[in-house]
């Protein structure tokens, strides 16, 4: 399982008046991760070329297991894996991580839908090729 790394800074913005990482930002760093990993696989096909071919891809179903928390200014490495990628949705295993040591682990489920009708479709297929090797 190939593994992609997306790097962020913890801002004032992620987090609470004690500095610490709102637990809803972990999904933000999440979803910023697997944008970046989509970027890189697909170096020719952006996710405007994707929309454009009537697609866009919707998050399912997510897992979070918080275990440590992030604070202000400590810098975040996210590690994404495609668990498995089928017809109509694919699921990643991504892990927030700060020195090596992982603060959040996530299980996303993401479907493809079709952007005009809202419908499950299934997922292109150079893009299903480029998850899969």
Known sequence: ????F???RVYFSDTDAGGIVYHARYLDFAEHARTEMLREILPDIGQS???DDGVIFVVKSISIDYRKPAYLDDLLFVRTALEKAERFSAVFKQDVMRDGEILASLSVRVASVSA????????P?????????
């Open 125 to 133: 297929q150079k893009v299903l090729e480029a998850l899969q090797n």
């Open 116 to 123: 005009e009708k809202k419908k499950i479709v299934p997922i």
């Open 6 to 8: 997306y790097n962020a």
């Open 49 to 51: 070329d994707i929309k």
């Open 1 to 4: 399982m190939k593994e992609f």
